[in-house]
């Protein structure tokens, strides 16, 4: 019996922090005991101070960060039953020195992922950065879609597509197949090069390719420089092609190849649309044969779906767990950092608590409200979330402390005037850290025709927005870029471009070839409505109206002034009345019968007294601008209303 083959490789140097030590045994003892320290002495005489435990495999992970630069010792001993203990020789390796782990002081850089028009863009390096096609990765962006980030990598889930973008990874095509591949965590090495790689995924078939995370030397094509450590050992496989993560690899999203046996990591679900990371695990839901379902991953293994596994990092779903099922069809996945996840559903929210696996709990959170899509809700900077249910907007304070509804006593009324349907719109909810409010996108998928609303969070007013139908917002993504320059909230619209809101431009560029490339953008508020008699049985009489716009008029360059301001009133004896009438004013449906009165404010500044005289219980004043290259600003709005008798 024999112990060989050590993992780092003997006097290794530029190892890891992170490394995990294995070997290879040609008697498959029974158990090992380990000696590991930084004193050759006490390492070499199997001290006491430096036994580190018994191990059932022939691998020992430290379980702690190694010191840079120093040098370590480590010794084996195998046990057997019936045979006597066998001892290896003392080996020894060298940890990579700090400088060199990271010698730009920094260890990552974000980059912006998108999909559309069925492919894969990611951010590059340039300066400054563009979007690029990852060649030869289709995905079907006509049905539903989920990205989310995990272990440096991006995780697709598109329907029955579930697909792995991988920026960090070398990737290793090896000169032959390997019937039991590497495991998950180990370390290879290749001779005469001297590097090493953790390995991270395999993908077995006429040549196997390895992914790993490269930890010292460079790996090379030589013929003679041969693979070795876990099932490579022994053997004649090299690499035959190397990729390194300049350019980022992907592959399809499955569970890890079988080492010990048939379907040893399980199975994933076929069909999946929804996907978010929470405490470590890839965790999944939407899958249209088991709408209620959810499913999560082993911890920090996100190709490990063996649900029969019962220790705390386990991989778990909702049938094989105390928490349960969701009670209705899940429609949102929504993470809390590691503290909960709400699961939404059309009209009810469900609360997993700590972790499924290990003593967590889901249990009914609101019978009331629910989130309508996966993209209808979002965080903002106080970590207070917002939802968007068939029923209005609510925000949830944070700690699950208050649910409050925003619209309900507000113009829109979501579901009459809105008609939100999720099988036919695509709703969108974002958070604009930059303008402090709500972005609310609501477009038909088979036109691109929108209606939008601005919900600012500092006044509480409501502003409707129509937008070109090729800037129909499908998607959004708050870019918190390395770049403080470019961090702003990102729209990926309907033509498959990328826009950002500019507060400073007062006409639309679509971006695009398109005729006209820039449109008008139609800005507008309704004041009101507002009841102007005493009570529901008495009229009311607006005598004069004062405008007073933005901007002074008189120095230039200092105060922005406002354009021009189109008005018009309305009055009526119910709300409902004037919501009426300005609504058929908007689409153009007899505007001579619903405006009573309009015309052209001149600005900047105060305007002269409007004296027209209009009778009603409820006023409505619209203001606004559609004109080409013009913005305008309100300062206030004064209007002088008389009692006028009782109502008819």
Not at 106 to 114: H, I, N, V
Not at 137 to 154: G, H, I, P
Request: net charge negative.
């Amino acid at each position: 019996m024999a112990l060989s083959s050590p993992s780092p490789s003997d006097d290794a140097t530029n190892v890891a922090n992170s490394a995990v030590l294995s070997w290879t045994d040609n008697n498959s003892s029974d158990y090992y005991k380990v000696y590991f320290g930084t004193n050759e002495s006490e390492v070499t005489s199997k001290s006491v101070n430096v036994y580190r435990g018994d191990v059932t495999t022939p691998t020992y992970d430290p379980r702690l960060s190694l010191t840079y630069g120093a040098e370590y010792f480590w010794r084996i001993t195998a046990v057997k039953d019936g045979e006597s203990d066998v001892d290896s020789s003392v080996w020894s390796f060298t940890v990579i020195s700090e400088n060199a782990a990271f010698p730009d002081a920094k260890t990552y850089s974000k980059r912006l992922c998108a999909a559309a028009n069925n492919k894969f863009w990611y951010e590059n390096t340039d300066s400054p950065p563009k979007l690029i096609e990852l060649s030869g990765l289709t995905l079907d962006t006509s049905t539903a879609m989920c990205m989310f980030e995990l272990q440096q990598k991006v995780y697709i889930v598109n329907d029955a597509i579930k697909k792995v973008v991988d920026f960090v990874n070398t990737k290793l095509t090896l000169s032959g197949s390997m019937t039991v591949p590497p495991r998950r965590g180990y370390t290879i090495s290749q001779e005469n090069s001297g590097a090493q790689m953790v390995v991270d995924f395999v993908a077995k078939g006429t040549d196997t390719v390895i992914y790993g995370r490269t930890i010292s030397g460079t790996f090379t094509t030589n013929e003679a420089d041969t693979l070795s450590g876990d099932t490579l050992s022994p053997t004649s496989l090299y690499p035959s092609a190397i990729a390194l993560p300049t350019t980022p690899h992907h592959y399809d999203w499955k569970v890890y190849e079988d080492v010990t046996g048939a379907d040893e990591f399980g199975e994933m679900p076929a069909r999946v649309t929804i996907g978010n990371r929470y405490r470590g695990r890839a965790s999944l839901s939407g899958n249209s044969v088991d709408p209620h379902q959810w499913y999560q991953a082993r911890q920090d293994n996100p190709y490990d779906w063996e649900y029969a596994a019962d220790d705390a990092q386990s991989p778990v779903a909702g049938t094989d767990a105390e928490a349960g099922k969701v009670g209705d069809i899940i429609t949102a996945q929504i993470p809390y950092s590691d503290d909960y996840m709400l699961y939404g559903s059309i009209g009810s929210l469900w609360l997993l608590r700590g972790d499924a696996a290990a003593g967590g709990n889901l249990d009914n959170f609101s019978e009331k409200i629910g989130v309508i899509t996966q993209t209808a809700w979002c965080w903002d900077d106080a970590g207070n979330l917002y939802i968007l249910d068939l029923k209005g907007l609510y925000k949830i304070y944070p700690n699950l402390s208050q649910i409050e509804p925003l619209t309900s006593d507000k113009v829109p009324n979501f579901t009459k005037d809105l008609a939100l349907n999720p099988e036919t719109q695509r709703i969108v909810l974002s958070f604009d850290a930059d303008r402090h409010g709500l972005q609310i996108c609501v477009t038909e998928i088979e036109t691109g025709i929108n209606s939008n609303y601005w919900y600012d969070l500092q006044s509480g007013g409501f502003f409707p927005e129509t937008y070109p139908e090729e800037d129909a917002v499908m998607c959004s993504h708050y870019y918190n870029a390395d770049d403080p320059e470019t961090r702003q909230l990102l729209l990926g619209c309907y033509d498959g471009h990328i826009r950002v809101m500019d507060d400073t431009a007062k006409s639309d560029d679509t971006g695009s070839m398109a005729s006209p490339a820039s449109e008008v953008i139609y800005s507008y508020v309704l004041l009101g409505p507002v009841m102007i008699g005493k009570d529901h049985d008495y009229n009311g009489k607006l005598n004069s109206l004062t405008v007073v716009s933005a901007g002074g008029g008189y120095i230039t360059n200092t105060i922005p002034d406002s354009d021009d301001i189109d008005y018009e009133i309305f009055v009526g004896e119910t709300a409902e009345e004037v919501m009426e009438k300005y609504t058929h004013a908007r689409l153009q449906i007899r505007p001579d019968l619903a405006i009573l009165f309009s015309g052209t404010i001149t600005a900047p500044g105060k305007h002269s007294r409007l004296r027209h005289k209009a009778k009603g219980i409820f006023l409505g004043v619209h203001l606004g601008n559609d004109t080409a290259d013009e913005t305008w600003g309100l300062e206030r709005v004064l209007a002088e209303i008389l009692p006028a008798g009782r109502a008819k």
